[in-house]
Each structure stands twice: as C-alpha cells, then as structure tokens.
C-alpha cells in the first residue's frame, strides 16, 4: 500500500514541530492521509480513537528525549484495557522475586499454582514448556509471545492485587487498577483471593507464597463507564440495558506508555522510578516482546493458528499475510475485547536508525451489543492501527536528527 506523507512534514525543521500544539500534529498528519483513516476519522468519538505517538532523540551519549503527541488523549474517558494489563504485571512479578531474596528463588523455578478459594484452579503441570513444569519464565514468555491469559492469571496469582496497585503508585502509575484475571469471569470476592503457589528447584521446596486477600476497593469515576444498548449474559440471555465496566480494570493509554517507556529507558527517568529489575531480566523481556511467536522455540506457536504479525497490531495490522520486514521489530503488548484494540509499542527499524513509540486504541462496536462477538477488528480496528503505524514509521524516515540512536541493546538472535 502507497502511503501519502505530506513532503510539508518531511521538510519542516524539528524545532517547529516541538513549538506546535502537541494536540495538533497527530490530526494534520491523518489529515494529510484521509484516504487511510477516513472511516475513522469520520467517527473518532464513535470509535474512542486515542492516540499518543512519541519522537526520540538521542544526545551525543546515547541519552533519549522524549518529544509526545497526542490526538483525543482523555484518561478521564474510560476504554476497556483487556490484555494491556499482563505487561506491568508481569514486570511487577519479576520485580517480586527479585524482592524476596530467597536462595534459589528465580523465574525459572517450578512453579505450582495451588486452589484456595472458590474458583481458583489448580496448575501442577505446563507442556508448553521445556521441562513440562509451569514457570514464571515460560508464564512471561506466553503473555509476551501470544497474550496468553491463563499465563497471566497465574502471575496475576503470585504478586496479589493489593501489591500489583501498590506497585502501580509506587512507579508513578496513578490513573490505573489492575483487580481482575481476564476470560473466567473474574469478580467480586474471587478477585480479591489469589492462590497459595509453592516454588520449587527440582524436588526441593524453596518457597510458598500464601493466599493472599485483598481488601481494598479502587473506585475510579469515569466517564464512558456504562456502554451500548445490551449484552449477552453468561446463559447467553440478551440483557437490553447498557454494559457496566465500573468493576473493570483500568489502564489508561498516558499511563501504559509511560510504563512501556520507563521498561525500554530506565536510564532516562530517576533511580527511585525504574523497575527493579537485573539487566539479564530487562533484555529477557526485551527479546520476547519482540519476538514473532513463530520463531519460539518452547513454547511452540505453528501456523496456521499463530502467525509472525499475531499480537502486532500497529504497522502489522495483527495480519497473517503480513509481509514482515527483518530490519523492523516491534517492542509492544496488545489488547482486544469488546469491541477495543489496543497497541502499545516501540518501534524500531535498525537499517535506517529508527525507533518511535506510539499507543493507540479504537473501538467498533456497531451493533451496541456486548459478548456477541460481533466487532469489527478486521474491517475497522486493524486496518487504523496498522496504517497509523506506517504513516508514523514513514514521517520518521524522513525526520532529519542530530545524533542517530545506538540500537544494539535491543537487537536478539531469536
């Protein structure tokens, strides 16, 4: 596909881009694009459109800064995050173990999900991974690679809801509550409980962690909150009244990139904000987020069900006839569920010396109708992402800069 990129944006010196509006640029640069965007454009409140694209510079050192726009960024205005949420979550398990100081306790310990309360479910065995023992490395691994929720539900488990808010606060996240596992219906007091687990190193009982309960409430008023005209209950009754998110997770979009870029600089914020992390643990996500699942060697995703653009949705389109560049990787976590599709991405090319991050989400929800399963992700949510994605890429290939970044920390043999 031909992309329009306005020669005006090409040309102009950097410095005026940095004196204009940061509310402006996004809109003319899709304005200049019509023909990509203009089903959206033409809907953007219809279709929550938000978006937060941000230019990188590098100092002589190496050292970022960051330049943001935005284009109908509102974090009072209530989008459902769906899988977004696995990723600070899974940084805040890393950050766990790290924490506990417990010898032999690693990410590639055994891992054994006990049920202690109503709901919870067992898990004692992983054939997905090398040893057929679940892990928190193989967890991470499956988020990372495919959004895999059940992966998500266990460090969900292991970290507890109180300390995954607190931890929230503690990096800055503010406008944002993680209190819910995804697709089992996760609620109420099953939500507040989360499982004993038990660590092991080979048959050696190193570590449990107690089932924990969380007693706190995160109440957030926003707007957007009640949405459409119906959904379909769990017997799958057509209840005619609007879909209630009020007990939802939130995430806005200003918060998931603040955490994807203090994940990808932490040099470039305050000693006290940056995860606690080893550097073995930071390239370690690093590798799989940007890996294609079907270059994973354990777990194994073939097709034609997994696919190298399956959870690259901006650029990509999440496309399985996706033509995939090997000069590009994508450094990201999506999101899809009622309706929304939501990237959060940094991207880089390292022929041309390029790199960007850039978050967006888009709803299609035409029928107003909740758990039918009738969105457009493939005619309308897809297509924006994967377009915004190569207009952006397309305006930094021209964007002149004064010191061309060092890309090496983020390039993997997969």
Same mark, same amino acid.
């Given at each position: ?16 881009? !940095?004196? !204009?509006?940061?509310?402006? &640029? ?39 800064? &960051? ?24 940084? &805040? ?10 010898? $032999? %306790? ?25 040893? +057929? ?5 193989? @967890? ?31 990096? $800055? ?28 190193? +080979? ?39 609007? @879909?209630? &998110? ?16 203090? %994940?990808?600089?932490?040099? !470039? ?40 653009? @399956? ?5 990509? $389109? ?49 029928? +107003? ?19 915004? +994605?190569?207009?952006? @890429? ?21």
């Amino acid at each position: 596909m031909k992309l329009i990129v306005s020669i005006l944006y090409l040309l102009t010196p950097c410095v005026l881009l !940095a004196q !204009a509006p940061d509310t402006i &640029f996004i809109k003319r640069l899709l304005d200049e694009n019509k023909p990509l965007f203009s089903h959206v454009l033409q809907h953007a409140t219809h279709n929550e459109v938000q978006v937060i694209y941000t230019r990188v510079d590098r100092d002589k050192n190496n050292i970022p800064r &960051f330049t943001t726009y935005t284009y109908r960024l509102n974090a009072n205005r209530y989008f459902y995050p769906a899988s977004t949420v696995k990723l600070p979550t899974a940084i &805040f398990a890393l950050e766990k173990l790290n924490e506990l100081k417990v010898k $032999g %306790l690693t990410m590639h310990s055994t891992m054994l999900t006990d049920s202690s309360f109503a709901a919870q479910t067992k898990v004692t065995m992983d054939t997905s991974s090398a040893t +057929g023992k679940p892990s928190m490395e193989n @967890y991470i691994k499956k988020i990372l690679l495919v959004s895999d929720n059940d992966a998500y539900n266990r460090i969900y488990e292991f970290v507890g809801r109180e300390e995954i808010n607190e931890k929230l606060k503690a990096r $800055g996240i503010n406008q944002t509550r993680i209190v819910n596992r995804l697709a089992i219906g996760d609620g109420g007091e099953n939500a507040r409980h989360t499982n004993q687990i038990q660590f092991y190193d +080979g048959d050696k009982l190193i570590y449990t962690k107690p089932p924990l309960y969380d007693p706190h409430d995160y109440p957030m008023q926003l707007e957007n909150m009640l949405q459409g005209k119906g959904y379909l209950d769990r017997r799958d009754s057509l209840i005619m009244r609007p @879909y209630d &998110f009020t007990k939802n997770n939130v995430y806005p979009l200003a918060d998931q990139q603040l955490v994807l870029r203090k %994940l990808i600089f932490p040099e !470039a914020f305050p000693a006290a904000e940056r995860y606690n992390l080893t550097n073995d643990q930071y390239q370690f996500i690093y590798k799989y987020m940007s890996m294609y699942p079907t270059e994973s060697k354990k777990p194994t995703y073939n097709h034609p069900d997994y696919f190298p653009a @399956y959870c690259k949705f901006l650029f990509c $389109g999440g496309d399985s006839s996706a033509v995939i560049d090997p000069n590009i990787r994508i450094f990201n976590k999506v999101g899809d569920s009622y309706g929304y599709d939501i990237d959060n991405a940094y991207i880089v090319d390292f022929k041309n010396k390029v790199e960007f991050f850039l978050s967006a989400v888009v709803q299609s929800n035409e029928d +107003g109708i909740y758990n039918d399963n009738k969105y457009e992700y493939a005619t309308v949510c897809l297509p924006f992402l994967k377009n915004l +994605g190569q207009v952006i @890429y397309w305006y930094e290939l021209g964007r002149k800069k004064d010191h061309l970044p060092d890309l090496k920390k983020f390039k993997f043999p997969y």
